[in-house]
């Protein structure tokens, strides 16, 4: 019977996770399965792995085949490497203790960089949360300062009255007595005397005429 390593999906719509089964390969891909081997998350940053090494690699040393996908699982956590020390026992290139202890130097180096990358997410986290919590602080100041000017009344404007400026054309002008009657009469009687123009041309031609007469003796 050929046996897959290979995935199962759980989970809810938009929100994936696996199992990672030993399955029949001619069952459905959901269907029955020969053993959970381990789960696989990848929801999580990093992703959540948990496996059984030892069970995987006896199903490798079975024949059982992985998908691309289980298969770059189990390289992630050590199951190709372990069932390929396994392989150089049987053939007698190492002891158990040798390929032991070079599985466990892999496996201390793998989970330091892993939790190397957590430790450097978790930075990341609290860097952002300090941004973001700077920022609203700033946004919540400028809104209380903007209510708080809100909340302020008016001045009210008070209106000054202009002072009454002074008539300049009437300023310096002096009052007329108003004309009276009698002078008007008076006026008119007077010239009326007075000799027309004709009268004081013709006086004009006497006083002028002796002194021309002086001039020619």
Same mark, same amino acid.
Do not use: C
């Given at each position: 019977m050929p046996v897959k390593i290979r995935l199962q999906r759980h989970g809810k719509k938009g929100k994936p996770f696996y199992w990672l089964v030993a399955a029949d390969a001619r069952a459905k891909r959901d269907g029955k399965f020969l053993e959970?081997? %381990?789960?696989?998350n990848p929801n999580t940053n990093p992703a959540t792995i948990e496996l059984d090494v030892d069970s995987s690699v006896t199903w490798l040393n079975n024949g059982a085949q992985p $998908?691309? $996908?289980a298969r770059r699982i189990l390289s992630y956590k %050590?199951?190709?490497l372990k069932h390929h020390l396994m392989g150089g026992v049987r053939k007698g290139a190492l002891t158990e203790e040798q390929a032991e202890e070079k599985f466990n130097a892999w496996l201390s180096e793998k989970e330091a960089a892993v939790q190397a990358k957590k430790d450097g997410l978790s930075k990341e986290q609290a860097?952002?949360?300090a941004t973001a919590l700077a920022a609203e602080k700033e946004v919540n100041a400028k809104r209380e300062a903007d209510a708080a000017a809100a909340a302020m009344p008016e001045e009210e404007v008070v209106e000054t009255p202009e002072a009454?400026?002074?008539d300049v054309a009437n300023e310096d002008a002096t009052p007329v007595a108003p004309v009276k009657e009698e002078e008007v009469i008076e006026a008119n009687d007077d010239m009326a005397k007075a000799p027309s123009v004709e009268e004081v041309m013709e006086k004009s031609d006497e006083e002028v005429k002796p002194a021309a007469t002086g001039e020619e003796e």
């Amino acid at each position: 019977m050929p046996v897959k390593i290979r995935l199962q999906r759980h989970g809810k719509k938009g929100k994936p996770f696996y199992w990672l089964v030993a399955a029949d390969a001619r069952a459905k891909r959901d269907g029955k399965f020969l053993e959970k081997l %381990g789960i696989y998350n990848p929801n999580t940053n990093p992703a959540t792995i948990e496996l059984d090494v030892d069970s995987s690699v006896t199903w490798l040393n079975n024949g059982a085949q992985p $998908t691309d $996908t289980a298969r770059r699982i189990l390289s992630y956590k %050590g199951v190709l490497l372990k069932h390929h020390l396994m392989g150089g026992v049987r053939k007698g290139a190492l002891t158990e203790e040798q390929a032991e202890e070079k599985f466990n130097a892999w496996l201390s180096e793998k989970e330091a960089a892993v939790q190397a990358k957590k430790d450097g997410l978790s930075k990341e986290q609290a860097a952002a949360r300090a941004t973001a919590l700077a920022a609203e602080k700033e946004v919540n100041a400028k809104r209380e300062a903007d209510a708080a000017a809100a909340a302020m009344p008016e001045e009210e404007v008070v209106e000054t009255p202009e002072a009454p400026q002074p008539d300049v054309a009437n300023e310096d002008a002096t009052p007329v007595a108003p004309v009276k009657e009698e002078e008007v009469i008076e006026a008119n009687d007077d010239m009326a005397k007075a000799p027309s123009v004709e009268e004081v041309m013709e006086k004009s031609d006497e006083e002028v005429k002796p002194a021309a007469t002086g001039e020619e003796e």
